[in-house]
């Protein structure tokens, strides 16, 4: 009755990686979205000071990092 030792293991293996590739694109996301929200509201605070304060572009040089920043990790094989 039950699995077998590997296919535990194996469960188990599958479960954190599923946890942990969901839960750093949530926080990627959520850290991204905070971050737009706080420049743009400094952005609109911004505007009506004299003299005109620069306001923080939403783009910059960490934009084309972005994409680079999910990767895929295979799956083990439960054979092994």
């Given at each position: 009755v039950g699995a077998s030792?590997?296919?535990?293991?194996?469960l188990v293996l599958s479960q954190a990686g599923t946890i942990a590739v969901l839960g750093s694109a949530l926080g990627i996301a959520v850290g991204i979205g905070t971050s737009c929200a706080a420049m743009t509201a400094y952005n609109?605070?911004?505007?009506t000071h004299f003299p005109v304060v620069h306001p923080f572009p939403l783009t910059g040089w960490w934009m084309p990092g972005m994409s680079?920043?999910?990767?895929?990790?295979?799956?083990?094989?439960?054979?092994?």
């Amino acid at each position: 009755v039950g699995a077998s030792p590997r296919m535990r293991r194996w469960l188990v293996l599958s479960q954190a990686g599923t946890i942990a590739v969901l839960g750093s694109a949530l926080g990627i996301a959520v850290g991204i979205g905070t971050s737009c929200a706080a420049m743009t509201a400094y952005n609109q605070e911004a505007a009506t000071h004299f003299p005109v304060v620069h306001p923080f572009p939403l783009t910059g040089w960490w934009m084309p990092g972005m994409s680079m920043t999910p990767s895929v990790v295979p799956p083990p094989n439960p054979e092994d």
